[in-house]
Structures are given as structure tokens and as C-alpha cells.
């Protein structure tokens, strides 16, 4: 099979996520850090937003790496979870050192997502627009942290904890 033993070829996501289940949860608490900051500050400028999603990008790369170096040897994905994890690195990076272009970036990516609904709005009173955003960002993360934090810890209690985990090897 390539290459590949019968034991990594048959290794799927679910069981690649319950090995490490530890990575989920350490996402899932830097998406609800990210949203409880969001929404604890309101007021805050869009350009501290873009701090805040730029640790968020930079954690959530690092724990993609990490993901990856624990994957067996000819694990499938391998190759999907370093581009992430390296684009979710860059994305991080260059909130920090370009915030402007980063702010603004992210408004008209969101508002060309939502263009239909609430992306006209934005377009048009984009400072009014910047706090709705900050709100429903926010809660995204919030939400997504918590569901990430729920499955890790099932995960954890279904498959086992940290003993599973293993290292990959060249």
C-alpha cells in the first residue's frame, strides 16, 4: 500500500483528534479567551481585534503543527495540517506587523462573505460595522472554543489521555 502498514492506513481523523485530544482543547480555550476579550472590551478599535485574532492564528497554527508532528508516518493529511498550520502562522504574523492592512482586510473579507445580509451595512458605516463584527466574532469564537473544549475532553474520557499520544518519527 504505498508504503503505508495497515495501521496508518486505517488511522482516521477521529482517531488522529483522540490521540491529541489535548491540542483540541487547548483551541477550544484560545477560541473562548478570544471571544470572552471580545466582548468584555466593546468599544475596543478594530485594530486590537486584529491583535487579538493574530494570537488566535498564531495559536491555532502552532497546535496544527504540533498535530502534525504527532501523526504517524504516511498519515494522509499530513501534508493539509503543515499548509494550515504554517498560512494560520503567516495570517497571525502579519495581523501583528500590518494591522491596518490586516483590519481592513478582514472587514471586507467578513462583508464579502455576508454581502447578501449585513455585508451592505458594513460597507456603508464600517465604524458601526467594526463593533457589530468585534460582537459576532466574538461569539463565534466563543461558541467554537466551548464546542472544541466539549469534544476534546469526550474524546479524552472515550479513547484515553496523553498515553496515546506519540511523537512522529522521520
Request: hydrophobic share 65%; aromatic share 14%; with cysteine.
Amino acid at each position: 500500500m504505498n508504503g503505508i502498514s495497515d495501521s496508518t492506513a486505517t488511522l482516521t481523523l477521529a482517531d488522529l483528534l483522540a490521540r491529541n485530544w489535548w491540542l483540541l482543547a487547548l483551541r477550544g480555550l484560545a477560541g473562548v479567551l478570544f471571544g470572552i476579550l471580545a466582548f468584555v472590551w466593546p468599544a475596543i478599535t478594530l485594530f486590537v481585534l486584529v491583535y487579538l485574532f493574530g494570537a488566535f492564528a498564531l495559536v491555532n497554527g502552532i497546535c496544527s503543527l504540533v498535530l502534525a508532528w504527532y501523526a504517524p508516518p504516511g498519515y494522509p493529511r499530513f501534508g493539509a495540517l503543515i499548509l494550515g498550520g504554517i498560512l494560520s502562522i503567516v495570517a497571525g504574523l502579519i495581523a501583528f506587523f500590518l494591522p491596518g492592512i490586516t483590519a481592513l482586510g478582514l472587514l471586507i473579507m467578513i462583508a464579502a462573505w455576508a454581502i447578501v445580509g449585513f455585508g451592505v451595512v458594513l460597507l456603508l458605516y464600517p465604524t458601526a460595522g467594526a463593533l457589530v463584527l468585534v460582537w459576532w466574532i466574538g461569539a463565534y469564537a466563543l461558541v467554537l472554543g466551548i464546542l472544541l473544549m466539549i469534544l476534546a475532553f469526550r474524546l479524552r474520557r472515550t479513547f484515553g489521555s496523553f498515553a496515546h499520544a506519540q511523537p512522529r518519527t522521520a
